[in-house]
Nanobody
Framework: QVQPVESGGGSVQAGGSLRLSCAAS??????????LAWFRQPPGREREGVAA????????YYADSVKGRFTLSQDNARNTLYLQMNSLKPEDTAMYYC????????????????????WGQGTQVTVSS
């Protein structure tokens, strides 16, 4: 199994940038074998899908709210997934989680939280106005 470990969260002003990392460095399984996704949970709200990348990294999916601002990438040598977040807004404030599942992402299915087998502990992102 793969155990995601997130890092890179912090506090920034609106318009700023952060890069989140999701590492599986201690896993004998490679991230390219999984659909990987970022979810976020704002205070008092349900967890929502932010972005996902297919096994092998050929296809990416983004929530409408982050399209054009957030970008997924992965470093296969480091077994790490990244989420570059630019033009951050106060409404991006949330706990961000990395998740993995061993099945295809699915174009309309990837935001389904119940489909993911493995979850990290989360990293907090706070954007001030």
């Amino acid at each position: 199994q793969v155990q995601p470990v997130e890092s890179g969260g912090g506090s920034v002003q609106a318009g700023g940038s952060l890069r989140l990392s999701c590492a599986a460095s201690k896993s004998r399984y490679h991230i390219s074998s999984y659909c990987l996704a970022w979810f976020r949970q704002p205070p008092g709200r349900e967890r929502e899908g932010v972005a996902a990348i297919s096994p092998g990294g050929s296809v990416t999916y983004y929530a409408d709210s982050v399209k054009g601002r957030f970008t997924l990438s992965q470093d296969n040598a480091r077994n790490t997934l990244y989420l570059q977040m630019n033009s951050l807004k106060p409404e991006d404030t949330a706990m961000y989680y990395c998740a993995a599942k061993s099945e295809p992402c699915g174009a309309g299915y990837w935001p389904n939280t119940q489909a993911y087998e493995y979850w990290g502990q989360g990293t907090q992102v706070t954007v001030s106005s």
